[in-house]
């Protein structure tokens, strides 16, 4: 797979969690060649638009979207100009991905299947009601949680997608990063994965072998 397939393949995965996220929260997303988009506000921390090619016409990505104070855009290709429709950068960020790799010698994640164990990987993730019970009906998600001796949740990660997997809401409030990366790598090491990272937060995932594949850009109104 050519480095521009790999960041179409990631943005589109990457559009298909963020329409699953806002699908558990009751919003229904729409998409279409250009882009994914919802037309009503995103949950917190999840864009209202993710482009899906290079080139989108920026007037119409907007006219999708609630475009006022609050909105986000994913420029998955970094090549959108939203500044003079009142968007600043809020961050740069890359794409990442690892290719199926050899058996690992790292102990993988284990999933969370209930409700309150759900509960308890958000409390400690920081997403409190963002993570919802449908989650865990969906076929396409994995939530992911490392436990230390007494059953506290110390890191976890979201998989999702069907081939190449998502990586994302990777967190770890005992390990190390650089841990969870490569005890995700470990859940599915026949598997291509993706995900994207910002700048200040990428080296664990490259130290877990991923590699970097394209740049991409958040866009947030006021």
């Known amino acids: 797979m050519q480095e521009d397939e790999r960041v179409a393949a990631a943005a589109r995965n990457n559009a298909e969690w963020c329409d699953i996220v806002c699908g558990s929260q009751g919003l229904a997303g729409r998409t279409d060649a250009d882009a ?15 482009t899906l090619r290079p080139g989108v016409d920026a007037e119409t990505l907007l006219a999708r979207i609630d475009a006022g104070p609050g ?5 998955s290709f970094a090549d959108l100009d939203l500044s003079g429709y009142g968007f600043r950068v809020l961050f740069d960020a890359q794409w990442i991905h690892r290719p199926p790799s050899a058996p690992p010698v790292d102990t993988p994640l284990a999933p969370v299947t209930t409700p309150d164990e759900l509960v308890a990987w958000a409390a400690a993730h920081g997403g409190g009601d963002l993570f919802r019970p449908a989650l865990l009906a969906d076929p396409r998600v994995r939530v992911l949680a490392r436990y230390d001796d007494r059953g ?3 890191g976890g990660a979201v998989l999702s997608g069907d081939g190449p997997y998502g990586v994302s809401n990777l ?8 841990a969870i990366w490569r005890a995700v790598c ?3 090491p026949d598997a291509p994965l ?17 590699t970097t ?8 109104h006021g």
Not at 171 to 178: E, G, H, I
């Open 36 to 50: 994914w988009w919802v037309p009503h506000r995103s949950p917190q921390w999840y864009p209202d638009a993710v």
């Open 71 to 75: 909105a986000s855009v994913k420029d």
């Open 152 to 154: 506290v949740v110390t």
């Open 171 to 178: 967190f770890a409030r005992v390990d190390t990063s650089r």
């Open 186 to 188: 470990a859940t599915v």
């Open 194 to 210: 993706v995900g994207y990272e910002s700048t200040a937060e990428l080296a664990p995932a490259l130290s877990a072998g991923f």
């Open 213 to 220: 594949t394209g740049p991409l850009r958040i866009w947030l």
